[in-house]
């Protein structure tokens, strides 16, 4: 019997390949200590930073400090069930999360896992959490208004696509709020929204759901949720998933909305984080690189070129104040990395105006390009208009007297202020937005006493929309007003106002004849 080597040494070699590919080469290493969301483990020595590792018990890690003598790993799960001793198993791969249609109208956590009891999400789709953003030759000037459905917003501190407007303000003054609002009035313009809850109340959040749903919001909408009872490892991971599974939107030719709310309680668990990893605290016990937590995530954000698709991602993040603090630490870095901020202010809030926005510290960096430009033309003053009313209105509260041109732009100051309240999930149409803030600049309403200036809105916008509708479309359709729009209104304005007046002397005549009967 004859025996081919060649034969024997490709059998061989087959066989080794074969037995090398069943072979888990992954790093092993084992857990030192563990607490508190944290794990230190020995033995992972070619891990890399934000690596993804796997406990025994399937509780995924992420590589967060790269010892001399081990790792520090965050826990993203519950690290009771984790032990001292138990083995560690490297990955190989970054962290990921699903991303597309699938989880639309879904509650998901962070890493993707549904909470909302509606079944698993099935999608092959997967972005990794952390990526580079995206250059600025690859992107374009801002120049898309994304419409908040405010009054006050989109007049004076006007969004863009593309654009990262701060909310920012103290405990309960509506910052939640303003960013609800504006995901609502996406209703029909194909932008995707992400709302990400971090360190809030489970029952804050369900709220939040619900009037979602109750609106119909729920269908583009995903909520992705780390609340208050969640550990500090998920709060901080979880603005990074939200942004992951908007920006599979962006980077398909389409639009996405994210909110973040909020980002001081992002920090909060950072710095928890970071002070259990003996990270050396700086300023308020914050390490150093927490603005670059913020600036890495908020900078993804972007309006593509297009080249790339044209889509766009707008972020809106939530800062909350202390005391109105907007100088602190945290406060100032997002400031800072954003393109404006919405400022609301307690006093207003407590006084009834609502937003509560304060026009003077409230800036939109990107301003009129983020305007159609009939909203332009109506608005263009208004904010200045609005900050010299406010030291006016002080000025005048001292009990001096007033000339007549002082007091007329007072009047139509509080006029204007109270044209600029709006419920709580009532976001208004631009055009509408562009009727009432044309009427009560050009003095139509200075006659109106304040309590009914309300009822006048209200009425006029009905009226616009059911007797002029013909004027409505031409101005929804060119987005601009030329003369003949200018005249147009202002003809539908005079009739508007006969019948106010008409329809509101009828029933005081009315009474004035039963009266005496009634005697």
């Known amino acids: 019997m004859k025996f081919n080597s060649d034969e024997i040494a490709s059998v061989i070699q087959q066989e080794i390949a074969q037995y090398a590919s069943q072979i888990d080469v992954r790093e092993v290493g084992r857990v030192l200590e563990v607490g508190d969301g944290i794990a230190r483990v020995y033995g992972l020595s070619g891990v890399m930073a934000n690596e993804m590792v796997e406990f025994a018990n399937g509780t995924i890690g992420l590589a967060f400090n790269l010892e001399e003598n081990s790792v520090g790993i965050i826990i993203l799960g519950d690290y009771l069930e984790i032990t001292e001793g138990d083995e560690v198993r490297s990955t190989g791969r970054l962290l990921s999360v699903p991303v597309g249609d ?3 109208g879904r509650v998901v956590d962070p890493l993707g896992n549904p909470l909302d009891g509606k079944g698993p999400i099935v999608t092959s789709d997967r972005r990794p959490m952390e990526v ?10 801002v ?8 009054k006050a917003v989109d ?3 006007p969004i863009g696509r593309g654009q990262r407007e701060l909310i920012i303000g103290d405990r309960k003054t509506g910052k939640t709020a303003v960013a609800i609002d504006a995901i609502i009035n996406q209703r029909d313009s194909g932008v995707k929204c992400f709302y990400v809850a971090i360190g809030q109340k489970e029952s804050t959040v369900a709220g939040v759901v619900e009037q979602l749903r109750e609106v119909g919001a729920l269908d ?18 979880a603005a990074y998933a939200g942004t992951a599974m908007a920006e599979h939107y962006m980077f398909n ?22 002070l259990l990893m003996r990270r050396p605290p700086g300023r308020e016990a914050f390490p150093g690189d927490v603005f670059y937590c913020h600036s890495r995530l908020l900078e993804r954000s972007a309006k593509l070129s297009d080249d790339l698709g044209g889509g766009s991602l707008t972020s809106l993040p939530i800062i909350e104040t202390l005391e109105g603090e907007v100088s602190a630490y945290i406060p100032t870095n997002v400031i800072s990395i954003t393109d404006g901020q919405i400022y609301l202010q307690p006093d207003l809030f407590f006084a009834g105006v609502k937003p509560a926005m304060n026009a003077g510290i409230s800036v939109s960096r990107v301003g009129g390009n983020a305007q159609i430009k009939a909203m332009k033309k109506v608005a263009g003053g208004l904010r200045l208009d609005l900050a010299a009313f406010r030291e006016l209105e002080a000025f005048a509260q001292l009990g001096t007297d007033l000339d007549a041109a002082t007091q007329a732009r007072l009047d139509r100051g509080y006029r204007m202020v109270e044209i600029l309240k709006q419920g709580q999930y009532v976001p208004m149409h631009v055009v509408d937005q562009v009727l009432i803030i044309y009427a009560a600049s050009g003095g139509h309403l200075d006659q109106v006493p304040i309590p009914e200036v309300k009822s006048w809105e209200e009425k006029f916008l009905t009226f616009m929309r059911d007797q002029k ?5 031409a101005i929804n359709e060119k987005q601009d007003l030329d003369d003949q729009l200018t005249s147009q209104i202002d ?29």
């Open 143 to 150: 120049c898309e208004p994304l419409q908040s459905g405010l």
């Open 220 to 237: 583009y909408t995903t909520v992705i949720v780390s609340g208050a009872s969640d550990p500090a490892p998920l709060q901080y991971v």
């Open 155 to 157: 007049a004076m501190t």
């Open 102 to 104: 699938e989880l639309l």
């Open 132 to 141: 580079i953003a995206t250059g600025v030759a690859e992107r374009q000037p």
């Open 469 to 473: 509708s013909e004027v409505r479309d």
């Open 253 to 274: 030719s389409s639009h996405a909305l994210i909110v973040y709310d909020d980002l001081s309680k992002q920090a909060v668990a950072y710095r928890q984080l970071s």
């Open 491 to 519: 003809a539908s304005i005079a009739e508007f106002k006969t019948q106010y007046e008409s329809e509101s002397s009828a029933p005081a005549a009315s009474n004035a004849t039963t009266e005496p009967a009634l005697a």
